[in-house]
């Protein structure tokens, strides 16, 4: 499958402190992309440079069927992670202007703004200030505006994590449905947002690119079955029973909780709980769980 665009060493310092530190990726075309990080883990400095706004310490970003030297610009829509918008003009009004703004004529602008404010739901408000719009309505309208002139590449730095669940849910599906027309690259601390919409993450963490692959190959890599089990007292004799009964892969021991990390959930499950009861052991907590992508994300970030 062909990239939009391929990043190469890309690094960032600012006052000798380096932030981005060579990061190695492309996007797929098609693709809806998360860059997932804790906060300050380099997110929308990457977006900037990727967006022409700040200029790389090093490293090269490559856009498909652009020579070196030539804008880019029109390829790309890039929405600000704190936009800033003229809250005196109307959602249409400012859709036309940045319409001209991006190389549209007039007329372009005008049929483009209002196919536009349909597609993110505010038509109804179109001619409403947009000083009166909630958060979740600015957010579109901050997102029309990034792909009124129709980009390869959108690049949405945190759109959703200043919404309430409400206006949260709007730009969720907004992005499911531009999935359709464009690649989307969106920045986000909140992988439920990510595992929500993406196709694929880049798992950022102090400006290293950590973890990358599609969701499925993640949860496939990251996902395991296991078995928590509290007993009364002492537990070290039932878990060198119970480890001897079927593969494990690991355990862990938490106070007086011990999980078993296991491959064959099924087989495990019955082979503990038969010998717990034939043995009549002092079960107080018997549950099955699968570990999260979230579990892995928190273990990254707390290092
Ligand atoms: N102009 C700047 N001058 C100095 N340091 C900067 C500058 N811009 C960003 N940084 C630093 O670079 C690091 C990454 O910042 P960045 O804003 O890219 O992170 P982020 O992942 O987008 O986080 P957040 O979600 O909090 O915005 C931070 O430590 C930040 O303090």
Redesign the pocket.
Known sequence: MSAVVTVSGLRKS??N?D?IKGLEFDLTKGKCIALL??????????LQMLSGLLRPSAGSIAFDGVQKGEDFRKLIGYLP?HPVFYEWMSGREFLEYTGMLAGLSKKESKERAEELLEMVGISNAKNRRIGKYSGGMKQRLGIAQAIIHRPKLVML??PVSALDPFGRREVLELMERMKKETTILF?T?ILNDAEEVCDDILF?HK?EIVESGSMKELRDKYQQSKIDLVFRGESDQYIEKLSSLVEIQSISVHENKISFFVHNIDDAKHAFLREITDRNWPLLKFEISKTSLEDVFMKVVEK
């Open positions: 600012f006052q402190e932030v990080g804790a906060n300050g883990a380099g997110k929308t400095t990457t992670q730095d945190e920045s601390h950022l400006g």
